[in-house]
C-alpha cells in the first residue's frame, strides 16, 4: 500500500508539470498568474513531501488530506482560469485517484462535493458566464466520472485483490510444498543418522544425509577434548570434490576452538556465519584456501554437551541462504543424539575390550594356579601312599601314624579335587564348555559303585540304589561318574541329621534319568534356579554359610550335562516333605552340543567327542 501511495505521489508530480504549462499560457490575467503558480507549487511540495508523510503517519489519513488538497487546488484554477480553459476537467483526476485509492463509494461522494464546489465558484465568478449556462452538463459530468471512475475501480481493485489473493495463496502452497519436503527430509535424515552406532558410520550419514539441502560443500567435525580442537570425521556436498578437498585442508590442522567461523561455534555453543570478508588470521577454516565464499558453521549438541560441529559452505554469494541457515539447524539438532550414542557406543565397547582382557588374564591366572598346584598335589598323593603300603608291610597291622597317613590322603584328595574343579571352571570360562569323550559303559554298574564308596566312607548313612541290572549307555563315564559324585556328595552333606538318600535310575525313551533324593535343609524356592551358578551357596536364614565348598560342583555338572545334550535340574522332595530331589537325563547315546559364542582360538573344538574303542 505504501510502495503503491509513493507510485501516486511521482505521478501527481509528473502532473503539475504537464498542467503547469498549459494554465501558464491560457492563464486570463498576468497578475493572477502568482496565484497559479503559489497553487501548483503547493502541490508539487506535498507530492514531494508524500513520501516522507507516509513514514510517519498511516496511508490512509495521508490519502484523505491529499485528496482535500487536491479538490482545493482543482477548485482554486477554476476560480483563476475558469473563463479561458476548462478546468473543470481537473476535477476528473482528483475523483479517479480518489476512485482508485479508495473506491466506489468515495469516489461517488467526492464527484459530488466537487461538483457542488464546482458549482460555488462559478456561480461566485460571473453569473452570466458561459460556465454558468453549461453548468448542469458540467455537474452531471463530474458526478458521471465519480459513477464511471468508482465501478472501474472497482473491478480494477477487485481484479488486482483476486490476484493478490491468488498469489498469496500460491505463495501459501509453494511455502507448505517446501515445509512438508523439508519435514520428510529431516524425519528421513534422522532415521538414516541412527541407522548405525559405528562413530564413523554416524558422521558419515550425516554429511551424506545433509549435502543435497545444504551449501555446496558440508563438513562434519567432531570435537577432541584433549586437543580442544575440531577434527573433521566426513564431508559430501552439491559438489563433492570441494567438500573432499575442504575435509583434507581442515585435516592437516584441525581448528581449535574460538578459532575462525567453525572454533567459534563450538566454543559459544552458536551459529556463527561469515564470509570472504571475515577470514581470521592464519585462515583457518579454510575460507581462502578452499575458496570458498562463505561458511555457516553450527554447533552439534546432545545431552547438553558438545558433540562436534556441522559446517556447510558455498562458492558463491556472500551469506549462506535463509532456508540453507533453518535447514543447517534442523540437522545439527538430529545429528546431536546420533553422535552421543555413537560415541557411548565406543566408549562401551572400549570398557567391554578392557573387561574381557582383564577377565581373561583372571582365567589364565586360575589355569596357572590350578595347574601348579595339581603338580605337588599329585607327588603328596603318590608319597603318602608309597609311605603308608611302606608301613603297612613293616608293622604288619594298625598304626598311628598310618591313621596320620589316611588322613593326609583323604585332605590331599579333596584339594585335588577343589583345584579340579577350579580348572574345570576355567575351561568352561575360556571355552564355554568343559570337553567330554565318550565311550559305551554301563551307568547301572558305575552307581552302584558310587554309591558302594559312599557307603563306606560314611557307614552311618541310610543310601540306597533303585536301578535296573544294565543301563547301557554311550557318555562320557568319568565326567557323568563326577556328576554322580557331586549330587551324592551334596546330598550327604546337606542333610547333615542323617536322613536317607535315595538314588534311582531308569531308562526314559531315548534317554536314561537319574535322581538323587534326600531329606535334608533342602533349597528354598526362590534359590533353586540359581544353585547351577558358579560360587553360587545358599546362605542361612541370617545369612551365614553353615557348609563348607566353593560353589562349583553344580556349575560343572551342569556343564556337563549340557555338554552331552542333556539337562539337570533340582526339587523339593514331595515324597518325604524335606530335602531336595536333583536330577538329570541324558541321551542314551550323547549328542554334544555345540556350545555358543566362542570366537576362533585357533584352538581344537571346546570339546571334541574322540570315541575310545570299546
Ligand atoms: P558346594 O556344595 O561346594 O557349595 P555346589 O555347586 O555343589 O557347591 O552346590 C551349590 C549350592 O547348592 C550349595 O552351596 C548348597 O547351598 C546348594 N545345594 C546343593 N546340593 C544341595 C542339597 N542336596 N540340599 C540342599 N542344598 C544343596
Known sequence: MRAQERQLAWVRFGMVLVVAPFLLIYAPLAELRPIL?????????????????????????????TTALDMAAVSVVVYVAGDRIDAYLFYGLVILGTALRFGLGASIWSSIVMSGLYAAVVISMQPDDIALQRLEVRVAYIVGIGVIAGLFSRVVIQRAMDNARLQQRLTEDEREADRV?????????????GASLERD?????????????LGDATL?????????????????????????????????RPPRLGEGIIGRAAATVATVEGGIDTVAAGDPDGLRGVEL???????????????????TSGREGDRAPADVRRLADAVAERAGPALQNAQLWSDLQERMAREQAAQRIKDDFLSIVSHELRTPLTSIQGYSQLLEGRLRADLAGESKEMAHLRVIRSQVGRMRRLVDDLLDVSRIDRRGAVSIETTDFNLAEDLREAVGRLEREH??????????????IHADRDRIDQVVSNLLENAVKYSPDGGPIRVVAERRGA????????????????????????????????????????????????????????????AANDETGRGSVFGFRIPRVAMP????????????????????PG
Open 201 to 213: 558410520a554416524t558422521s558419515q550419514a550425516i554429511a551424506v544425509g545433509a549435502a543435497p539441502v
Open 220 to 252: 562434519v567435525t567432531v570435537i577432541d577434548d584433549a586437543a580442544r580442537c575440531l577434527v573433521p570425521v566426513a564431508a559430501d556436498g552439491r559438489d563433492p570434490e570441494l567438500a573432499s578437498r575442504w575435509q583434507a585442508h581442515l585435516a592437516g
Open 37 to 65: 503558480f503559489i497553487v501548483l507549487g503547493v502541490v508539487a511540495a506535498w507530492s514531494g513531501a508524500i513520501p516522507w508523510l507516509l513514514s510517519r503517519f498511516p496511508s490512509r489519513e495521508v490519502g484523505i488530506v
Open 293 to 311: 565464499a562463505w561458511i555457516l558453521a553450527v554447533p552439534i549438541l546432545a545431552g547438553g554437551r558438545l558433540q562436534g560441529v556441522l559446517a
Open 181 to 193: 519436503r523439508e519435514r520428510e527430509v529431516l524425519s528421513r535424515l534422522g532415521r538414516d543418522f
Open 459 to 472: 557307614s552311618d548313612r541310610d543310601i540306597s540304589l533303585d536301578a535296573p541290572d544294565t543301563l547301557a
Open 593 to 612: 552340543l555345540a556350545p555358543m559364542g566362542i570366537e576362533p582360538t585357533g584352538e581344537p573344538p571346546p570339546f571334541v567327542m574322540r570315541n575310545r
Open 511 to 570: 534317554e536314561v534319568e537319574v535322581r538323587v533324593s534326600d531329606t535334608g535343609v533342602g533349597i528354598p524356592e526362590e534359590h533353586r534356579a540359581n544353585v547351577f551358578e558358579r560360587f553360587y551357596q545358599a546362605d542361612d536364614d541370617a545369612g551365614r554359610r553353615r557348609f563348607g565348598g566353593l560353589g562349583l560342583g553344580l556349575y560343572i555338572s551342569r556343564a556337563i550335562i549340557d555338554a552331552h545334550g542333556g539337562r539337570i535340574w533340582v
